[in-house]
């Protein structure tokens, strides 16, 4: 929350999926899709962090409100779901 707090909202639109393998799990071979955005219509693609495609689904040509966390994108409703909607705000 502290680190969605002092970014800015900025509006992203969901262009294409890639598949990819999961970055946390040394061993495990699994991919799944993530959302690539671009950010003000630039030509660019960055990968939606975060984008935990059991939880949202996401579609493309859908725009989206995202934030900035060093080289990361990241969905700005991330932090509204589950158990992160019930951790104060400090």
Avoid at 7 to 29: G, P, V
């Amino acid at each position: 929350m502290k680190i969605r707090n002092s970014s800015t909202k900025t509006s992203a639109k969901i262009i294409e999926f890639r598949k990819e393998k999961i970055q946390s799990l040394r061993n495990d071979y699994t991919k799944i899709y993530y959302p690539y955005i671009s950010i003000n219509n630039e030509t660019e693609l960055h990968r939606l962090s975060n984008a935990n495609s059991w939880i949202k689904e996401y579609k493309i040509n859908e725009t989206i409100e995202v934030f900035n966390y060093g080289d990361k994108w990241i969905d700005w409703n991330t932090y509204n779901k589950g158990l992160y909607k019930l951790i104060p705000h400090f």
